[in-house]
């Protein structure tokens, strides 16, 4: 429900910040300005008493957001990955959150097995550990099959997690509405249609049916990508609750010191993170959403093996193009092309200065090219992005934002591995690649053939369509004026020219 009984919840979890320091840790992280500093703490002090205790030993913002649920835990574990934001301190604090949280017993976790799978675990597993990580949706257990032999990683949801997210999600939309109906500027931002994105990502999260599936898909696609690994799942021992795929042996990306002790190059690593996502996003449509150091391991040959694939992001051809088209602009600093992609794409309104938002763009892309990452403020840059979209009337893409969520998460990751790394130049190869066989004469030919086989179906309709437009052309009380039965017929004669260039199309490619 998302009466105003959330206000509670709302007031509970700044109370919470200011009971355990987080609050203050937190402004002064993020380098929030002192008027709304003052603001923020105004508001949390007189509730602070009614603040959750969470766990003493914790650092402050670690121990507010685990004390406060699973879906403040996720957005701590965005966090986590951007130490250019929040600071390096901080940052590696919240790596706490990726998979160390404090684990359910393994008795619980036992018997969900047993009943999800109608065995119990003793005839599944020869071997059953217990949890080796836990985070804010689930806790895995190493395992070893009793029919082969084989090792295997066992995930199993927390017990009464639904629930939990649940009653974050309810307050997080009271917050929303209220937002849109107290401060009508923000609407722009479309705050209702974040949070209902945000839920119906975290509700697919919690089918681990439908995280076999994304896993399944994603390693078929990613088979032939060189240094990278996808566990494959088992089926039938999946489902609703639980999960096994195969055991994926590495050392934790967060771990620099052992990266550094096993002889793996950071630098190829951290390259390698960022063009493996912008391939998976722009080649195949699929990409992994959650890809934080905790979801990822380095392989004794130096693989990447990814797992985890409960938040999954798709994106349609059009908007790869789109993608794949602005990212182009920026490295070949054609700030001119990239405005026009926004407004072609219609995520700038027509009635806005082109040349304006331009020179905007020219003002985002110019101070970081070249230069050392490490001396890059992303905290600042984004607060400028932030000022340029609310200057041109840009609304929230709801479609995009899990797309730019893993951007950012992805880009830190690889700073974390390569602190002085160059995102545009890593990214050129791959954005060039695309773009060079997707946007152009070649995409166009291969747009046609998509194009015939889907007006294949409608081939046999094409005949007695000629015939009926012929007809009312020839008849002198024709229901149509001449002109619709000429307008009639010229698109039945394109839709004949559009079907057989198609096919030849179909023949080049």
Not at 139 to 160: D, F, N, Y
Not at 332 to 357: L, M, Q, S
Not at 442 to 463: H, N, Q, S, Y
Request: with cysteine; charged share 25%; aromatic share 8%.
């Amino acid at each position: 429900m998302r009466g105003p009984h959330n206000l509670w919840r709302l007031i509970r979890t700044g109370a919470t910040f200011e009971r355990t320091g987080a609050m203050a840790v937190a402004l002064e992280a993020m380098e929030v300005g002192p008027r709304l500093r003052f603001a923020a703490r105004l508001l949390g002090w007189p509730f602070k008493w009614l603040g959750l205790k969470g766990d003493p030993a914790l650092p402050p913002v670690t121990r507010a957001l685990t004390a406060l649920g699973p879906a403040y835990i996720k957005f701590g574990q965005i966090l986590s990955t951007r130490p250019d934001i929040v600071g390096l301190e901080m940052a590696e604090q919240l790596k706490y959150l990726q998979d160390q949280l404090p684990p359910f017993p393994t008795a619980e976790a036992r018997a969900m097995i047993a009943a999800e799978l109608g065995r119990p675990v003793e005839e599944i597993f020869s071997e059953f550990s217990e949890p080796v990580a836990a985070a804010s949706i689930a806790q895995v257990h190493r395992a070893r099959l009793a029919e082969t032999g084989q090792e295997v990683a066992v995930k199993v949801l927390r017990p009464g997690i639904e629930r939990a997210f649940r009653r974050d999600i309810d307050a997080f939309y009271f917050a929303a509405d209220s937002i849109e109906f107290l401060a009508p500027f923000a609407r722009r931002l479309r705050p209702v249609d974040v949070i209902a994105h945000f839920e119906g990502v975290v509700m697919g999260e919690l089918d681990l049916r439908l995280e076999c599936s994304a896993a399944s898909e994603f390693a078929e696609n990613t088979r032939k990508d060189e240094g990278f690994q996808v566990p494959e799942p088992f089926w039938d021992l999946s489902g609703r609750t639980v999960m096994v795929m195969g055991w994926a042996e590495g050392i934790n990306l967060a771990d620099n010191a052992a990266l550094d002790a096993a002889g793996h190059d950071r630098q190829v690593l951290g390259a390698r993170v960022l063009q493996l996502f912008l391939n998976h996003a722009l080649r195949d449509g699929l990409f992994h959403g959650d890809m934080h150091q905790g979801n990822l391991k380095v392989a004794a040959n130096g693989d990447l093996i990814a797992f985890d694939f409960g938040i999954m992001g798709r994106i349609d051809e059009y908007t790869r193009r789109v993608y794949a088209e602005i990212l182009m602009g920026f490295i070949r600093k054609d700030y001119r092309r990239v405005a026009e992609v926004h407004f072609e794409a219609g995520y700038v309104p027509p009635d806005r200065d082109i040349d304006e938002f331009a020179r905007a763009l020219r003002a985002v892309g110019e101070p970081i090219f070249g230069m050392d990452a490490s001396r890059i403020s992303m905290a600042r840059l984004l607060s400028y992005l932030f000022d340029v979209t609310e200057r041109f009337g840009m609304e929230t893409r709801t479609e995009l934002i899990l797309l730019q969520r893993t951007m950012v998460v992805v880009e830190g990751v690889a700073r974390s591995l390569d602190p002085h790394i160059n995102i545009w130049q890593v990214a050129r190869p791959v954005v060039e690649s695309y773009v060079a066989s997707n946007v152009g004469p070649k995409a166009l030919l291969r747009d046609l053939a998509k194009t015939a086989r889907v007006m294949a179906r409608f081939g046999p309709r094409l005949p007695g369509l000629v015939e009926a437009a012929l007809i009312r052309q020839a008849e002198p009380l024709s229901p149509l004026p001449p002109s619709r039965a000429r307008r009639g017929l010229v698109l039945v004669f394109a839709a004949i020219g559009v079907f057989a260039l198609g096919l030849w199309a179909g023949t080049l490619i």
